[in-house]
Nanobody, 117 residues
Framework: QVRLVESGGGLVQAGGSLRLSCAAS???????MGWFRQAPGKASELVAT????????YYADSVKGRFTIAKDNVKNTVYLQMNSLKPEDAAVYYC???????????WGQGTQVTVSS
């Protein structure tokens, strides 16, 4: 029943912006929601997280100052505003739900972000 659906990916020129959305249904991500990305041939990388109750945010060093994570508690939705995109940001971006402390148990199918170089 749990489903996370990402949207907003696409092709963008280096220096451009995209806004990703992730809507969760069937569960509430009571601890946090996060964004991960996986580039070809690489392992999944944590990009950003946001605490569901306190709004505390975390960003990978590689995206600090460029990406912003936000949430809508009523909609059970998390967003990732990505500015000043670089070719190295190209990846499939996944949202994940931390419903139990310490575990991202639920994952979306991913949305492709392509950045031209």
């Amino acid at each position: 029943q749990v489903r996370l659906v990402e949207s907003g990916g696409g092709l963008v020129q280096a220096g451009g912006s995209l806004r990703l959305s992730c809507a969760a249904s069937g569960t509430f991500c009571s601890i946090s929601m996060g964004w991960f990305r996986q580039a070809p041939g690489k392992a999944s990388e944590l990009v950003a997280t946001i605490g569901w109750s306190d709004g505390h945010t975390y960003y990978a060093d590689s995206v600090k100052g460029r990406f912003t994570i936000a949430k809508d508690n009523v909609k059970n939705t998390v967003y990732l505003q990505m500015n000043s995109l670089k070719p190295e940001d190209a990846a499939v971006y996944y949202c994940a739900c931390e419903a139990v402390a310490g575990q991202y148990d639920y994952w979306g199918q991913g949305t492709q972000v392509t950045v031209s170089s």
